[in-house]
């Protein structure tokens, strides 16, 4: 029964790959496992599991002994390593069918699960262990691909699936994970022995195979079948999600309307912890918020339990219109307030409905998923990842609810099984196991030259403690190239990109759109684009003058302007670091224009700090000297005037002003990053219109 040619799904399977990894079926299934993941259509990011059972040594019977090696909790099948595996005797594991009390008590047997880890230093066995440990089959894939959910997940998806299979595709009644299930996967397949995998109701799919390759093929059949089943039935009882109610807006007006909306929203989500926002207008999506059958379908929920764990049990859903005036904040935040009250009430009743004796605390009442029909949708989450992959489960449950309409009638879990699985006592266990966040979690900053030298290294600061950042820089080339640099060592969310001449009106506000489209808004700017121009008086020119200016002074107001708009749009406070210089306390020769503008640098930042108490928005002053290393200010003749000025060679400038400084120490841009980061890491959340000084002691540079 294997489709020879895939139309819906990619086969990736490389036999001269495969044949490397002959003889190890745990690499093999890693491979497997890896190339399943690769495609959103067969699962999505962290959903899914599969395994492969085998013969091993026991270490203290040296006998050969069945051992199942099976994805272990949390991971992600696209880029699971063995270290993620979980190993299992799988003898031990089916004798817990002698002790198992009943489903009353199944969470009990998680632990026990323990009692028959085979490595000792393999990953911890899933809630699905059992899932794939009661069935004989060596090789097996359970996956959520949306194709065979959107018959899982309809009202007919029993029938569909005996009339569209033949017979040879098993069907068990929607149960969450767990040992319950496990049991009725075993009594499923003996009650229809010869199956080829089991649709699991509103869930997900299970299939297998004797080897790698032939569960993996299995695995592309039963969902090419069931995607080709669909696509067949689209417009069959009429149009998709009952047509098109709203035209979108054009693209470049959706991309306007999100950023200008993205910091409000992004503030009222952010009533508990700061919030990281995630923004798309796939086409997808917009087929389902335009739609006629919006209205009936949001309120409903997802299906999956992997989608609602994610996306909360349904999305907030706006009534506003495409062409809505988004520039006056207070009368938009009016209107938006009590639609986010409201959601939060209809939160709060669901929890207390549902809610057991012993059920977890109320989490965070506000919405996940946002909808703005005829724009786009909107994730809001802890990081910049969860939001982002939050906005791929929501548009996988689009899929479902998409092809579940087209064959039947979509069924969302009903809120109390819903509720069982987001506030599973195991899966609050989970969730108390994750690490503590970091100082800057949900923090998203700006740094303005910030591809090289001391905004380079505030940034990889920053992301260091959990923020994510904007990198930014007039220089396109060596932007691309931090840019990379970046995605190397932090990975795409982490960091956006942006084009920034500090002087340029069109820049700055393209910068901060980048930031509301990409994260959701900014909380934190520092301002460290700068240059430097040392000349006497008389060589000084109007270029030089205007130029310094320019940069520095317009620069950062500007930047400050822009940052201070997104910032009240949020009402959630915020961080304006200026980077100054020592020289904005100090006199020296050669030094008429750089010196005055890092003067005027300094006291606006004063001028700015007394303005913006008021919304919590703070601003500060780092003031380096001499940080030479990789940084933009020793180009364009600086250090040749300095070391003219001071009499020694350029060469010699480093060691000249470590030793004229208290504490005879070379400043790097490492030092100015720790002291941007004082200010925005919490410690001094009560600090505004302080100077830093970071340049080794500089007793002339004292502020008094």
């Not at 270290?83 to 969470?107: M, Q, T």
């Not at 001449?501 to 506000?509: H, L, Q, R, Y």
Request: charged share 20%; net charge negative.
């Amino acid at each position: 029964m294997s489709v020879k040619e895939y139309k819906y799904v990619s086969n990736l399977w490389n036999e001269e790959e495969a044949r490397k990894l002959a003889g190890d079926e745990v690499a093999l299934l890693i491979y497997r496992s890896n190339l399943l993941g690769a495609d959103l259509r067969l699962t999505n990011y962290g959903g899914g599991n599969t395994s492969c059972k085998l013969m091993e040594k026991d270490p203290l019977t040296v006998s050969k002994t069945e051992v199942m090696w099976v994805k272990g909790s949390g991971g992600d099948l696209g880029t699971l390593k063995k270290s993620g595996l979980a190993a299992l005797y799988v003898d031990r594991l089916r004798s817990l069918k002698n002790i198992y009390r009943g489903v009353e008590h199944e969470d009990e047997m998680v632990e026990l699960f323990n009692h028959c880890i085979f490595d000792l230093s393999s990953k911890a066995p899933s809630i699905d262990t059992p899932l794939h440990g009661f069935l004989p089959f060596k090789h097996i894939d359970h996956l959520h691909p949306d194709a065979a959910i959107a018959i899982a997940a309809s009202k007919d998806g029993k029938k569909i699936t005996q009339e569209l299979f033949n017979g040879t595709i098993g069907w068990v009644e929607w149960k969450k994970p767990g040992f319950e299930l496990g049991l009725q996967l075993k009594q499923c397949l003996d009650e229809n022995p010869g199956i080829r995998g089991i649709i699991l109701g509103s869930h997900g799919l299970f299939t297998w195979g004797n080897t790698a390759y032939e569960s993996y093929i299995n695995t592309l059949d039963v969902i090419e079948i069931c995607s080709d089943y669909l696509q067949n039935n689209y417009g069959k009882k009429g149009p998709v999600f009952g047509g098109k109610k709203i035209e979108s807006a054009e693209a470049s007006q959706r991309k306007k309307q999100a950023a200008a909306l993205a910091p409000v929203l992004r503030g009222l989500c952010s009533s508990k912890q700061h919030m990281i926002g995630h923004f798309t207008d796939d086409a997808r999506v917009l087929e389902f918020i335009n739609s006629n059958d919006l209205p009936h379908l949001a309120p409903m929920g997802t299906s999956c339990p992997d989608h609602f764990l994610r996306t909360k049990i349904s999305p907030l859903v706006l009534n506003l219109p495409i062409n809505a005036d988004l520039t006056d904040t207070i009368t938009l935040k009016g209107e938006l307030t009590p639609v986010f009250e409201a959601y939060r009430a209809m939160y709060t009743d669901y929890y207390e409905k549902c809610k057991h004796p012993n059920s977890p605390a109320i989490r965070d009442t506000n919405p996940v998923v946002i909808l703005y029909p005829g724009i786009g949708m909107f994730t809001f989450s802890k990081d910049k990842q969860t939001a982002r992959v939050a906005a791929e489960f929501y548009t996988n449950a689009i899929n479902v609810m998409k092809g579940a309409e087209a064959i039947s009638e979509y069924t969302s879990l009903p809120h109390q099984e819903a509720f069982n699985i987001e506030y599973w006592l195991l899966e609050e266990a989970k969730l108390q196991r994750m690490p503590k966040p970091k100082p800057l979690t949900g923090k998203i900053a700006l740094i303005t030259g910030s591809a090289g030298g001391i905004g380079k290294a505030i940034a990889k600061k920053f992301i260091a403690e959990g923020a994510v950042v904007i990198l930014n820089d007039m220089n396109a080339d060596r932007l691309d190239e931090a840019g990379k640099e970046f995605e190397a060592m932090y990975g795409k969310d982490a960091y956006s990109t942006a084009v920034l001449n500090v002087t340029n009106a069109e820049d700055i506000n393209a910068a901060f759109d980048t930031a509301a489209l990409a994260f959701g808004g900014i909380d934190i700017v520092v301002n460290n684009a700068g240059l430097s121009i040392s000349k006497s008086i008389a060589d000084h020119t109007d270029k030089d003058w205007d130029l310094l200016y320019d940069v520095l002074v317009k620069g950062q107001f500007f930047i400050t302007q822009a940052a201070t708009n997104t910032m009240q749009k949020q009402d959630i406070g915020g961080d304006i670091v200026n980077i100054v210089s020592k020289n904005a306390l100090v006199s020296g020769p050669n030094n008429a224009g750089y010196g005055s503008a890092k003067a005027a640098q300094l006291h606006l930042s004063r001028l700015n700090a007394a303005e913006l108490g008021e919304s919590n928005i703070r601003v500060n002053v780092v003031n380096p000297d001499a940080v030479i290393s990789d940084s933009n200010i020793w180009a364009g003749g600086w250090a040749e005037g300095r070391a003219k000025a001071y009499g020694v060679a350029v060469a010699e400038l480093p060691a000249y002003y470590a030793k004229r400084t208290l504490l005879n120490q070379i400043i790097l841009p490492d030092d100015i990053a720790n002291a941007c980061f004082a200010f925005v890491g919490g410690l001094l959340s009560k600090s505004t219109g302080n100077v830093l000084n970071v340049d080794g002691g500089v007793a002339m540079a004292f502020v008094r």
